[in-house]
């Protein structure tokens, strides 16, 4: 008898010991549960990316990420509340339950899921330098000898992109890519980083002031962030964007939010 109860009894033990060594983000399905439960979609966004995300003069956020978002939401048949955040946060929000989801021009790479989770793509472009229209520099390699200033976005992508393809750059960091445009107009830098839908859309935005060089910085998919540790919320997430890509709505909402067709997501492999 004695024997059976300190079985038992360590059977207890351990079992407690385990329940508290577990984080509350890794319990299968608690942020699923959380989500249900409270009737709303918590969502870190950006505040100063159009045509990605953009908060108006109203204090709305609008924008091609905005309306995934909301798409989410939808599915979900719960409410969205938008949580603006900087491009550093899209990490620490999900890492700290700040926020359930990141919607934010998230690109996936293998350093940001050792803290953070990520699911399939709905977006896959490559990084590019974009520079004033009247730069003579044509190719990355021209760039690069010529030892520009190029604008990138502090805890972006382009902080690893930048200094590997162009070595003899002078890097500026700005906290938003509102800043580095404006910074390029201005002629306060040569060059900025960002993605080939971004720059499209700037060089559409400003006729005659803009061009990309050719080649590419970085390979960017991008995806909605989740908090790690948690599969069955990411097995939602996942099937959601699985959807969004088949069904057509992301084309629909791709070629509203930026004027063109989105290329095929198989074709950007």
Known sequence: MFLKRAFFGLLGGLAIAASMS?????ESGSVLQSVLSNGKLRIAVLGSLPPYATVGADGVPVGYDIDIAKKLAAALKVDPEFVVTDIPSRVTSLQTGKVDVT????????????????????????????VPESAPYKTIEEANAAKIRVAISRGGTAERAVPAHLPNAQIVRFNT??????????????????DDFYNRKAISDNQG?????????????IAIGVPAGDADWLRVVNLFVDQFNASGDNKALFNKWFGFDQPSLQAQY
């Open 209 to 221: 002031k803009l061009r990309q060089v050719d080649g590419s910085l970085a390979r960017a998919e």
């Open 103 to 130: 919607i934010a021009d998230f690109t996936r790479n293998v350093e940001r899921s050792t803290s953070v989770a990520f699911s399939n793509p709905y977006v896959v472009t490559n990084m590019r330098l974009l």
């Open 177 to 194: 890519q509102a800043d580095e445009l404006s910074a390029l107009l201005s002629g306060q830098v040569d060059a900025m980083a960002e």
């Open 22 to 26: 577990i984080p509350a983000s890794a």
